[in-house]
């Protein structure tokens, strides 16, 4: 499927640790998103990278992205309890312009 | 609206039964998206409305699944004589023009049990 998987499916770190989740996907992209889901319900968008960027930070996020191996991460530093929750990134493809595509996520687990 | 918001926000029925699932989008958002959601699983594209057309319907799984949208703005997902593997959590989505790599605005989602 065209559908961008996220690695590892589920993570959990300590308190005050840096999160890192991996998303590859398969065919060329116009664009990259990662959104937050807290208690399986509504996602809320995080950050969008361009398929021309490589790097773009949002506070404590950090995101690349590499087109030539077809991935992204996402760094979470000095995490906190608040960031338990699922991690998707969702994908648009060149000639699709009508949908993005979300991958399974990763579940994250900040431990006190 | 200050957010996209569905209803309703459980439902539980029958198997065999109809329901009706609807999504407010954000006021002035012409794109419109129905997802769904297993257990532990990530979301599942539906269907995606530009205004009041469905350029692409792909996602239905089945024929059962109908949705529409009127006026620019509500949207009802119709799921006829549901089966338990319906039973999911339908996620609902707006964004201002549906443009790529814009911003999708999530509700807080429908929890569809089938018994």
């Known amino acids: 499927s065209q559908q961008g998987e996220e690695d590892p499916q589920a993570l959990s770190i300590q308190e005050g640790e840096n999160a890192t989740m991996n998303c590859s996907y398969k065919?060329?992209?116009?664009?990259l998103q990662w959104y937050r889901q807290n208690s399986g319900r509504g996602l809320v968008h995080l950050i969008l990278?361009?398929?021309?960027?490589r790097e773009k930070h949002s506070g404590r996020l950090r995101v690349t992205l590499d087109t030539s191996k077809k991935s992204s991460s996402l760094l979470i530093t000095a995490s906190r309890a608040a960031d338990t929750a699922s991690y998707f990134c969702?994908?648009?493809?060149?000639?699709?312009?009508?949908?993005?595509?979300f991958g399974k996520g990763t579940r994250l687990h900040i431990l006190p | 609206g200050a957010g996209v918001s569905q209803s309703p926000s459980n439902k539980v029925t029958e198997k065999g039964k109809d329901v009706e699932l609807r999504c407010d989008p954000i006021?002035?958002?012409?794109?419109l998206y129905w997802y769904r959601q297993s257990l532990g699983q990530g979301l599942e594209f539906l269907i995606y409305?530009?205004?009041?057309?469905?350029?692409?319907k792909s996602g239905l799984p089945s024929d059962r699944f109908s949705a529409e949208r009127t006026g620019g703005s509500v949207s009802t997902l119709t799921i006829q004589r549901t089966q338990q593997e319906d039973s999911a959590v339908y996620l609902c989505?707006?964004?201002?023009?549906?443009?790529?790599?814009?911003?999708?605005?999530f509700g807080p989602g429908t929890r569809l049990l089938v018994l």
């Open positions: 989505a707006s964004s201002l023009r549906g443009a790529p790599g814009e911003t999708q605005y």
């Open positions: 065919t060329s992209i116009n664009n």
């Open positions: 990278i361009r398929s021309n960027e």
């Open positions: 969702a994908t648009d493809y060149k000639n699709r312009d009508d949908k993005i595509i």
């Open positions: 006021s002035g958002h012409t794109a």
């Open positions: 409305f530009q205004g009041n057309s469905a350029p692409d």
